[in-house]
């Protein structure tokens, strides 16, 4: 992954005629992109800010068929998302594992119904199930979940999904990408475009860093911007009718003292009729998500003090000890680009989470909604368009049983293995200078030689591009990724050949947005 050889290819071959444009680097774009480039389409991904900024760093970890559509009766969602849930669990091992969740039942009537339920998503995921569930006494529920309130509690039902790191695998799709032939850059913005008559797209697009603007070609234009399609869909044509409507989904991240042991507690049935899930993640628990409808997107949106609460309060109804305000390390939003319903009226948790493939009158495609699991199925659909739409040479998708960059059958528990199959490397690395194996922070593992490998190997740019996509300490204990930052600053200066200024600049930036992730 190579930021400059990217740039000068868009410097010494402005004619260059690509086969794939992709605008955006969230789940969706990453996909699209490793497809096309797999099928051996030359392929140019641009992203705005960092891969995964937007909403892919800020989903809830699960790899999931999505146990709430199914009470909904979305049978085929849940289908489509099983199948891509045992194919990402194949193809991506190190970043990906089978989480086991337990949901409390409080009468028989409850285990009864969910066990059921639960019986039918075993069935749907067929081969690729990740295990049986099962109905489990009051008491294992009680020495699995020891923080669990036991009044009242009748059983449990145990069952199994898939679970993550999103803008690891994010990292790891842009990996493939290049090693597979195809170019992609962060922090280039796509400003406009027009079809030329001679029937290519011709795009203007714009380096954040330097200010510097390059012209592209390309035969197709995929449109992978997640809540901002609908801008996109507007430089297309002035006016467009909005296709997507952004809903809020917050997470609070507490210790794992207040959820010990292994397993995952999901609540069915929260006070706005929804699930929330507290889950093990990065040593960490991780609690959400709520579902508020808002009108403004945007890169970086701010929790609300009433989703907090909901969250809060919904746990206080399950927990001894229940946390409280002061408990939360680190609390992030991000925004789901829903398909907008023809009706208004519809609440944002009823809107299908099914992805939307569009063709526009000029051929450009767009991509949006879906989920975070179903991102490879999105991408053969969107890549198989495209061929059709632009009459690219017909081409079968690789991406079925295609092992994701880090692939690595069996992980270890060692502190490089999300890295995967760069793990050795990493410390071969942190090993060739004492220095680069010194400790960032007293309570975590990382280490300097890692931000010289996210900035040499994984295009970091930024503090923040470390801190919160890398590392995923922003995500977790904002407070220890403020404590680090200036360390990270420093290290950066150096391998990116900066001044003084970058790094004073980027350490503001990085404390006022770092403030979002803090509860006041
Ligand atoms: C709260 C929440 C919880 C979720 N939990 C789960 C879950 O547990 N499991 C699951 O499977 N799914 C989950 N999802 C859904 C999943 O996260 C999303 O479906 C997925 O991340 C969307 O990816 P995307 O690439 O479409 O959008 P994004 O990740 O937002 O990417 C779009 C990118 O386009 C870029 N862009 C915009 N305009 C331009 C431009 N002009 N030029 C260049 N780049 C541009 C943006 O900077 C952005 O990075 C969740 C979503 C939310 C909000």
Redesign the pocket.
Known sequence: MNREETIKLLKDQPDKIWDFLV???????LGVALDSTLRGFSTLL????DF?????S???????GGVRYLAQGDIGLVLEALRERGRLLKNAPHVTCNQSFIIPTYSLWKTFFYAVGLKLYDLLAGNLSLGKSVVISKEKVIKSLSNIIPKKLTNGILYHDGQFD?ARLGINLAESISASGGFLANY???KSFLKSPSGFWEIQATDIETNIEYSIKSKSLIN?????VD??LNMDKKESEPIVKASQ?T?IVIDNSFLPGIDALMIPETSDGRVLFAIPWHGKVLV??TDTAVEKTE?EPLPLEKEVDFILDNLEGYLIQSPKKKDVLSVFT????LAKPSKNTKASKEISRRHKLIVSETGLITI?G????TYRQMAEETVDKAIEVSKLKPSTCKTVNYRIHGYIKNTDNSSLSIYGSDANNIFKLINSNPVFGEKLHINYRFTKGEVIWFVRNEMARTVEDVLARRFRILFYDAQAAIDMSEQVAEIMQFELEKDNDWKNNQLLQFNNLSKGYLLK
């Open positions: 605008i955006g680097g969230g789940a969706t774009g641009l992203e705005q800010s995964t900024k937007g909403t892919s800020r989903s809830t970890k699960l790899v999931h999103d280039i913005q796509v992978a911007t997640g809540v901002f801008d996109i989904g997470h959400g998500t890169l991000g925004l789901r680009p949006t879906g989920k975070w699991t």
